[in-house]
């Protein structure tokens, strides 16, 4: 089944090995069949490139931008970032493909047969151990997170696309019909795609985010041109390579590499039907605004989680803190972002719990590192603000990582959690720099009693972004009323409840926003990747008797 196993193949790359230089024949070695980089060697000394696909061919560009390790600040990869002046063959690429899309329910069908078939071989290699390391490795050199959280993305990826083995993708496009009002007469109501669309997707995970919305986009007959952030662009590049050596056609999507400049002048020109975008809430709303509105975000979230009167189980309520708040060094925008703590758990060593688990997390492992878009400086300047609050505290960390090679362009900080009151929280002006996100390793904490709950919820109401939240209770009374009185579109509740680590069963997204996207299940794609068409069948016959009318 794996092309690994066929002879021509086989002897293809023991050609190459025979040519390659002495030094590349370790990553021949090590690396699967479709990877030009290794994650093992890419370094200062031997940088990996990273190219653009357009119209069915890999480009290079006249500027390369060099990214930078995150753990020590060497160039070690660069990336062929496209100019403004070079976006014609991209304009060209989007303008061809037309808004009925490559397939629809009454268009080459055999391509929703093609796309589960694809699925089907891209999930028995994402399945194999040598190309799960490789891409937990790889997404480990350019996003720092623990070999279990990169491993953990590539096995979301691979059980998203087992999903859609087979059959899956067509059951997508399933349609309903319902009777007219005479003989011949019936309304069909289909999953439509847009056609020409675009993706844009963050540094935090650049595997899951990428590869989820562009099978998405192409189950349903769309022709996506792809934007990662160019710091991680290199792990869905190879990606790339993968769904091609899968059978993934040249020509129904395009990979680009730019700055935000350069994409958003792509957007206005190409015009596509539908762009997805996934990141900060400041540049989806200028998009959206550049765009008119032809858009769905899964934005930035300031999440919540509300402890329950109900004291149990703290050594585990501890642990799942303590990851919601900082694996990934809380690179995630599902992290938790605020703590309301009932005051029965102030005497069950909750914070103690947290700060000891808290202090567990090491660089040489990565369970805490780099922070990619937010300084050291200006988390220290957050914090210290927070801190002029009055009643204001640091529970734990607060400090700069030590004995450290990561760049002063990154944030280097211990995992950090600040105690806020409620009533101050609250306050005119504090409320937006206490639900300011941080995108890393920092929470605030806070305490609310019996009949402060009012409180709790009204600010959780307050908030703007309404992405994940934790109800952790099992007391149903007191989850039916947080429960039917929130909003956030992903909101685990129970004493397991957390906020982060969404599998691909369920929806993934936000919720109170008419532009939101979701990602992972059949009803995310169809919500972000179709638009419901009906056509009327009336084929007649005409009365025998039919007379023609007055005028009306």
């Known amino acids: 089944m794996s092309r690994l196993l066929s002879r021509r193949h086989l002897a293809a790359a023991a050609a190459a090995r025979r040519s390659a230089p002495l030094a590349c024949v370790s990553r021949w070695l090590h690396t699967p069949s479709f990877a030009t980089v290794s994650p093992q060697e890419v370094s200062g000394s031997s940088p990996a490139e990273v190219h653009n696909f357009v119209q069915g061919s890999w480009t290079a560009s006249t500027n390369w931008n060099w990214i930078v390790d995150p753990l020590n600040g060497e160039k070690f990869i660069k990336v062929a970032e496209v100019q403004g002046t070079e976006i014609k063959p991209f304009v060209e690429s989007l303008s061809k493909c037309p808004k009925h899309g490559l397939h629809n329910p009454l268009k080459a069908p055999e391509r929703y047969l093609m796309y589960g078939d694809i699925s089907a071989k891209a999930a028995h290699m994402l399945g194999q151990p040598e190309v799960s390391d490789f891409f937990a490795k790889l ?100 990606m790339l390579r993968l769904l091609h050596e899968c059978g993934l056609p040249a020509e129904d999507m395009d990979f680009i590499n730019s700055d935000g400049i350069t994409m958003n002048k792509l ?94 997390r ?24 927070l801190l002029k609050i009055p009643g204001s505290k640091v529970l734990f960390g607060g400090e700069p990582l030590e004995n450290h090679s990561i760049p002063k362009i990154y944030g280097a900080i211990k995992p950090t959690a600040v105690f806020v009151p409620l009533e101050e929280i609250l306050k005119s002006g504090n409320f937006e720099l206490v639900t300011k996100e941080i995108f890393g390793p920092f929470q605030v904490v806070t305490e609310y009693s019996e009949d402060q709950l009012e409180l709790v919820l009204e600010a959780c109401e307050r908030m ?12 149903p009374l007191f989850l039916q009323e947080v429960l039917g009185r ?67």
């Open 139 to 238: 997404i480990q050199r350019v996003s720092p997170k623990s070999y279990q959280q990169a491993l953990a993305e590539v096995q979301v990826s691979q059980k998203f696309l087992e999903n859609f083995c087979g059959d899956q993708v067509r059951f997508l496009a399933r349609s309903f019909a319902v009777p007219g009002n005479h003989l011949g007469q019936r309304s069909n109501g289909y999953r439509w795609p847009y056609g020409p669309v675009a993706i844009i997707t963050p540094f935090n995970f650049p595997l899951e985010i990428p590869l989820l919305q562009v099978m998405g986009a192409l189950y349903m007959g769309n022709k996506p041109v792809l934007k990662v952030d160019s710091k991680v662009s290199v792990v869905m590049e190879q």
């Open 267 to 360: 957007l206005v020109e190409a015009n596509p039907k539908m762009t997805l975008f996934t990141g900060s809430s400041r540049v989806a709303e200028k998009l959206a605004a550049d765009l008119n509105g032809q858009i769905k975000l899964e934005d930035a979230g300031f999440d919540w989680k509300i402890l329950g009167p109900d004291v149990q189980e703290v050594d585990y309520i501890a642990w799942v803190c303590d990851q919601d708040a900082y694996a990934c060094s809380g690179q995630k925008c599902s992290a938790q972002s605020v703590l309301f703590m009932h005051k029965n758990w102030s005497s069950s060593g909750l914070l103690e719990k947290m700060k000891k688990l808290s202090e567990r």
């Open 362 to 385: 090491k660089l040489e492992d990565l369970t805490i590192g780099p922070v990619l878009t937010v300084t050291t400086e200006a988390m220290t300047e957050h914090m210290n603000n």
């Open 464 to 475: 703007n972004a309404h992405l994940t939240a934790a109800v952790v209770s099992n007391d």
């Open 486 to 552: 929130s909003v956030n579109g992903t909101t685990y509740a129970g004493i397991r409840a957390r906020t982060t680590g969404a599998p691909q069963n369920h929806w993934f997204g936000p919720a109170g926003d008419p532009r939101g996207a979701g990602i992972g299940t059949p009803e995310a794609i169809k919500l972000v990747w179709s638009c419901h068409r009906e056509i009327i069948y009336d084929i007649g016959p005409v009365p025998k008797n039919w007379a023609l009318p007055s005028a009306t």
